[in-house]
């Protein structure tokens, strides 16, 4: 598994294109999607799926079953609506073979629809394109700041305001992570926190000849070329690509994507492979 810190968070994942996909953040007693389960990954309570397709699902049924073994509070599963019966079918299925295959909360989600994942942080879905229904989530964390007009005041004015049970802040919603499963280069239309988040954790399953970017797009997934064709869309403090073909050594996705993109973008990217 690969490590990553960003400062208030970190992130460890194991994702290979078509294999598995799965990352903690471990800060946040989070996973996002849970590929085959890998070790340590069912020390984190609450699941974000993208989608159900195999690579990112197959380990539910071992990650539910875990947490019992090891008498932790059942998980709490997300995933999209129409995930939702199939995946409840898989743990039944297997809850006839090993009775605690069934200890969790499954709930299935619309995009647009909000997680809790703390007082001050929560996960917002959106519609992220892929062969089949996919939601991608952004964390936002809530911060409380001083309201604008109020910049440049001593502070005793404040405090005074504050005595007299004057409101003095605000709340801003800041993007903190964004992960839009397997999808399309369209996902950057598709919610503008996908490219405002402080962290874009984004897929880039092919690189260079040997797939040309349209037969990508295709199958639902990104090409290295349709991001450096839109690098100047991204505002993000880090990208993250991930997600690779097992096609790929490291040594030949790290060349491709320092030949392809931008200098401005390079120095931003972290290549997960």
Request: aromatic share 6%.
């Amino acid at each position: 598994a690969h490590q990553l810190d960003f400062g208030r968070f970190q992130l460890r994942g194991r994702c290979v294109g078509g294999v598995e996909t799965c990352y903690e953040v471990p800060t946040w007693d989070l996973n996002l999607d849970i590929g085959r389960c890998p070790p340590g990954s069912e020390r984190q309570r609450t699941l974000l799926l993208t989608h159900g397709h195999i690579d990112h699902a197959a380990g539910l049924p071992y990650y539910v079953s875990l947490r019992a073994l090891y008498g932790m509070t059942p998980p709490k599963i997300f995933c999209p609506r129409s995930a939702e019966g199939p995946l409840r079918d898989i743990l039944a299925g297997w809850a006839r073979l090993q009775t605690d295959s069934e200890r969790c909360e499954l709930v299935g989600l619309d995009p647009g629809d909000e997680v809790p994942l703390g007082r001050s942080r929560f996960a917002r879905t959106f519609a992220s394109p892929h062969r089949i229904q996919t939601l991608g989530y952004t964390i936002f964390e809530r911060v409380r700041k001083l309201a604008p007009e109020l910049h440049g005041l001593p502070p005793e004015a404040i405090r005074a305001r504050v005595a007299a049970g004057e409101e003095v802040h605000q709340v801003i919603e800041r993007p903190e992570l964004c992960f839009p499963g397997d999808t399309q280069i369209a996902v950057l239309d598709r919610d503008p926190s996908v490219k405002r988040a402080r962290v874009l954790l984004l897929e880039c399953t092919f690189l260079g000849p040997s797939v040309e970017p349209e037969k990508a797009r295709r199958g639902g997934h990104i090409h290295l070329d349709d991001i450096a064709a839109r690098a100047e869309d991204f505002e993000n403090e880090h990208l993250v690509l991930v997600h690779f073909s097992q096609r790929y050594g490291r040594d030949e996705i790290e060349h491709e994507v320092s030949a392809k993109l931008p200098p401005d973008l390079r120095e931003r990217v972290h290549v997960m492979a």
